[in-house]
């Protein structure tokens, strides 16, 4: 193997840090692209297996793929370790790989066809550049990210601002260029306290722990302060919904997870490439958090040694040289992959291991589209008393009230999370306090036991349900304040056993509104004090078999905080409020204003 450095030219005169790997012998070959703000050279935490779990560095990666073959190219984004140039966060990344793939094919060692790799970022740097359909373009497999929609998947959520992006923000602006050649600045970013800084609220533009670095507190602010689903949503590099149908026609691969910030992006583009014809779409989704495919515990939780990539793919490095063999050299002697494959949790003993954690268990099923044919989507209405049923709603049922205090907002445990470190983790959970989790209060009772949580449960199951597919909450509410978040998270509550006699309320997906949003994104309007509205809450898809003997719950809130700022509940524009208000919530359970939970049933096998 044989390694080449570069400066590619972009369209601009920005010239980005690339490197090349080739294959002993002659040329030309298929070429593989993954492009990168972590460096091109450094180790990828998510390319490891289950046999070794110590990640492998990028060129041990391209050895894999130059001794089957192909040529390999890592580029470092725009204003990231070595290119040059300012980094825009996700919006540069469409024309500049563009720009790299029109470099690739005008390459001697080139055949003139690319695929694509990548995680996360990676993965939204593949989407941006096949949405311009660029030359040479023939696969991509997108792990992990690829933004459909961002303002309703990984920077905003129905209108809340996800905290990743500020503790993202943070943290690799104490890792840019800038910072690493300035002392002083890399003395500024240490002394900082994130723990502090989220106990404090509003931050403002300039008095932030961001401020260190200008250039990412600018775009950070900018992002959070955009509430409105406007035309700066739909930007080329967030918004791949907007280019479905004219995206590269080219075989796909969209993989996420339950507990992946991530899901909704990979089953929306996934269905948005198939209803548009472009390509020939697959999609993949397993129980883990972000990237770690090749693991089988996450949170409180153990899925079992089926719930790894490894399980049947032998491993992800195998899986994409399988892939790139089949479309980029055309090898049909490679099987083609199932359209679907999904991981659906539970059928597990509920017993605890020796590690301590929940034993939910899983397999995966495949099918031949998303939703799977046949599935059954059923109204679960919310009673008075908590009751979650199909039965329907009573004419005279009594609405249900709580207080929401943005100074006590309730905290976030476990659920689809990434790039929250140091302050929380994903994964599932018993949903209750504890001690070492940010925002986490003594005595560390059940989230169901505070009075700002509205609880809905089923009465134990008499037979297995299996839930598969989109999860949406229909809900009747009104406020006395302008405005306020609506949170819905769907659990399986196990019931109480030996090993856990207190039952275990494990966490599956959630969503929020931010209520000002309800009508019309682009057009936010406050609520008016006390009239009843209705409001949809998207909840993440999901995948889970409901035991005989466990309940299905739904709770309801007004905040999930840290995962998303907070709703001040004044109307005040986003982020850049300076007064809270707390707000009485009323959620509605009558026939005439019947709030219901939609869960897609699976059909048999």
């Known amino acids: 193997m ?9 369209r601009d005169g920005v010239r980005l840090a690339t490197d090349v790997y080739l294959p002993e012998g002659e040329g030309p070959w298929p070429t593989i692209l993954e492009r990168t703000p972590y460096g091109k050279r450094e180790v990828s935490r998510s390319e490891r297996t289950e046999a070794d779990p110590k990640p492998a560095p990028r060129e041990e990666v391209a050895a894999t793929f130059t001794a089957a073959g192909y040529a390999v190219v890592y580029q470092d984004c725009r204003g990231r370790y070595g290119s040059e140039g300012e980094f825009v966060k996700y919006l540069a990344d469409g024309e500049d790989g563009f720009d790299c793939c029109a470099w690739i094919v005008d390459q001697p060692w080139c055949n003139g066809a690319i695929g694509t790799m990548g ?34 998947g990984g920077i905003r959520r129905g209108g809340a601002f996800e905290l990743k992006q500020a503790t993202w923000a943070f943290n690799q602006g104490r890792l840019a260029p800038e910072t690493l050649a300035d002392p002083v600045r890399a003395a500024a970013f240490a002394a900082e306290d994130l723990h502090a800084w989220f106990a404090r609220w509003p931050w403002k533009p300039g008095h932030s722990p961001v401020r260190h670095a200008p250039d990412y507190e600018n775009y950070l602010f900018e992002q959070w302060t955009r509430g409105p689903f406007d035309e700066y949503w739909q ?58 495919r090749s693991q089988t515990a996450f949170g409180e939780v153990e899925f079992g040694p089926g719930a790894t990539v490894d399980s049947w793919a032998g491993n992800w490095r195998q899986y994409r040289l399988r892939f790139f063999d089949r479309w980029l050299k055309g090898d049909t002697a490679v099987p083609e992959e199932p ?49 979650l049923s199909e039965a329907p709603p009573a004419a005279g049922a009594a609405p249900v009230e709580w207080t929401s205090d943005p100074a006590n907002p309730v905290p976030t445990v476990g659920g689809a999370i990434t790039s929250m470190e140091p302050l929380i ?23 169901a036991s505070r009075p700002d949580v509205v609880v809905f449960q089923t009465e134990p199951l008499r037979e297995d ?141």
Not at 128 to 149: E, T, W
Not at 568 to 584: D, K, N
Request: proline share 9%.
């Open 235 to 292: 930007r080329l590099g967030i918004y791949a919904k907007g280019w479905h149908d004219r995206y590269a026609a080219v075989p796909t691969v969209h993989m996420s997870s339950w507990y992946d910030p991530y899901p909704r992006t990979a089953t929306e583009n996934f269905v948005g490439l198939r209803d548009a014809g472009r390509g020939t779409p697959h999609l993949i989704l397993g129980p883990w958090t972000h990237g770690n």
């Open 119 to 152: 995680l996360s970022y990676a993965a939204h740097t593949q989407a941006s550049l096949g949405c311009l359909d660029p030359p040479g373009l023939k696969a991509q497999v997108l792990d992990s990210g690829g933004f459909s929609d961002s303002w309703n």
């Open 425 to 447: 983790a994903g994964g599932a959970y018993d949903q209750r306090e504890r001690d070492g989790m940010f925002a986490h209060r003594a005595p560390f009772l059940p989230l």
């Open 339 to 387: 359209t679907v494959r999904v991981f659906v949790m539970g059928g597990g003993s509920g017993r605890r291991n020796a590690a301590g954690r929940l034993e939910h268990g899983g397999r995966w099923r495949t099918g031949t589209d998303w939703p799977l044919p046949g599935t059954r989507f059923a109204d679960f209405h919310l009673h008075e008393g908590g009751t």
């Open 2 to 10: 044989r390694r080449t450095e570069h400066m590619v030219a972009c």
């Open 465 to 605: 349900l299996e839930v598969i597919g989109p999860v949406v909450a229909h809900l009747w509410i009104a406020s006395d304040a302008p405005d306020t978040d609506i949170a819905a998270k769907l659990i399986d509550v196990h019931p109480a056993s030996a090993d856990y006699p207190q039952g275990f309320a494990m966490n599956l997906c959630e969503g929020i509104l931010r209520c000002r949003y309800r009508d019309d994104p682009a057009a936010p309007k406050p609520l008016e004090p006390g009239v009843a509205v209705p409001v949809t809450v998207e909840l993440f898809p999901t995948a889970n078999l409901f035991r005989a003997g466990h309940r299905i719950r739904l709770d309801i809130a007004s905040s999930e905080f840290p995962h998303y700022d907070i709703n001040p509940q004044t109307g005040e524009p986003e982020g850049a409020w300076r007064r809270m208000q707390v707000a009485t919530n009323t959620l509605f359970l009558d026939a005439g204003r019947p709030s219901r939970l939609v869960l897609p049933v699976a059909p048999a096998e």
